[in-house]
């Protein structure tokens, strides 16, 4: 059952969204870390020049302590993002585990704002309107740059603009003085302008994540059983094989072929072929493990991709495939099992799952050989 989704709009998603949620999740909150590289560039920047537009409005100790204060803010925020780099190149950040990342991007950039808030509550010195319509068109300067850079992140941007804007346009407002309050309507429109924007730009984002994830997906998938097709085959063995031999882990192949496919084929059609060889498939999933990869090798073959099993575990699941089959069905299924070791390529270990299946055809058939 579809967990609830961490996405908020008041427009409904497609269902795409809430299957691949995970997937959308890992997607958007790279494309916020990637974004965060050249915002930390940008933050560094505007707060060595902030501080010379005010440099004669404002005390120096004051403006000391602000720009301490908003270095020692940032600066955890580059250890944040070469860690996730760092987890991101050596993969071992999984879409299920990203989502704390998001958080630790948010509370860091809203440490920030609460910092930019405050500029709007700095005891200035001479015309306080002057210093104030500065301060307002500073930080609406950055608001832009906010949502333009991180609308990957909707609630991180929303959060960021009200903390930023909401309590400046409230100083202005309490000051009594027309033109602020002139400024603080202005910025109050822009605020709302801002915020539609963010919400136009998120749901766009989402749909094109989710649509790319889709298409990926159905290229490495069998139209026909929604079995992974040799394409994905070559990625999962491409990650498997050398994380098997740096962490000496094992795992087996399973080579299955449907008996008598053809002879099935021509008496029934390939209709019902074709409902025969969705139906198995069907079964396969539901009998491996979720850890398990199950592959449409050929016409009625298939390979099944065991991770961390033995020669003994895979016959297990072999044969409850098997049995499953049999009770299922009106055919049977033999298979063949490899085990990997690190002498062996993968195509000479599917040659190997691939003579025991011959070798279970000629014994009888219906049946697991090891």
């Not at 015309?127 to 319509?133: F, K, N, R, T």
């Not at 065991?306 to 069905?329: D, F, M, P």
């Amino acid at each position: 059952m579809p967990q609830e989704s961490s996405f908020t709009s008041d427009e409904k998603p497609d269902a795409g969204f809430f299957i691949y949620r995970n997937e959308i999740d890992f997607e958007r909150i790279k494309l916020l870390y990637q974004a965060g590289r050249n915002g930390l560039v940008s933050i560094f920047l505007i707060i060595s020049l902030f501080p010379l537009l005010v440099l004669h409005r404002l005390d120096y100790k004051v403006l000391a302590i602000w720009t301490i204060l908003m270095v020692a803010v940032n600066l955890p925020r580059v250890f944040v993002l070469k860690s996730f780099n760092q987890r991101i190149a050596n993969n071992t950040l999984t879409p299920s585990g990203v989502k704390r990342w998001e958080y630790y991007f948010i509370i860091g950039f809203c440490a920030s704002g609460v910092l930019w808030s405050a500029t709007a509550f700095l005891p200035y010195q001479g015309d306080v309107v002057i210093c104030l319509i500065l301060v307002v068109l500073v930080q609406v300067g950055i608001s832009s740059v906010v949502v333009s850079m991180y609308s990957s992140s909707r609630l991180m941007v929303l959060l960021y603009l009200s903390i930023t804007l909401i309590p400046p346009m409230l100083k202005l407002f309490s000051t009594g003085d027309r033109t602020l309050m002139l400024v603080g309507v202005i910025g109050l429109v822009f605020f709302m302008i801002l915020v539609r924007a963010v919400r136009e730009q998120s749901r766009n984002l989402i749909d094109f994540i989710s649509l790319k994830i889709q298409n990926d997906e159905f290229s490495k998938k069998d139209i026909l059983t929604g079995l992974w097709n040799r394409r994905q085959l070559y990625y999962v063995v491409e990650k498997l094989i050398p994380r098997s031999l740096r962490h000496h882990e094992i795992f087996s192949v399973i080579m299955m072929d449907i008996d008598f496919f053809k002879r099935y084929n021509d008496s029934r059609g390939h209709a019902a072929g074709d409902e025969l060889l969705k139906k198995i498939s069907r079964l396969i999933q539901q009998t491996i493990r979720d850890e398990d990869v199950a592959v449409r090798y050929g016409g009625e073959e298939f390979l099944l991709i065991l991770t961390l099993a033995s020669t003994r575990e895979a016959y297990e699941i072999g044969e409850r495939v098997r049995q499953a089959v049999k009770r299922e069905t009106e055919v049977t299924i033999s298979g063949g099992i490899a085990t990997f070791a690190a002498a062996k390529s993968f195509d000479e270990l599917t040659k190997e799952a691939d003579s025991l299946l011959y070798k279970a055809k000629a014994s009888g058939r219906d049946m697991i050989c090891m």
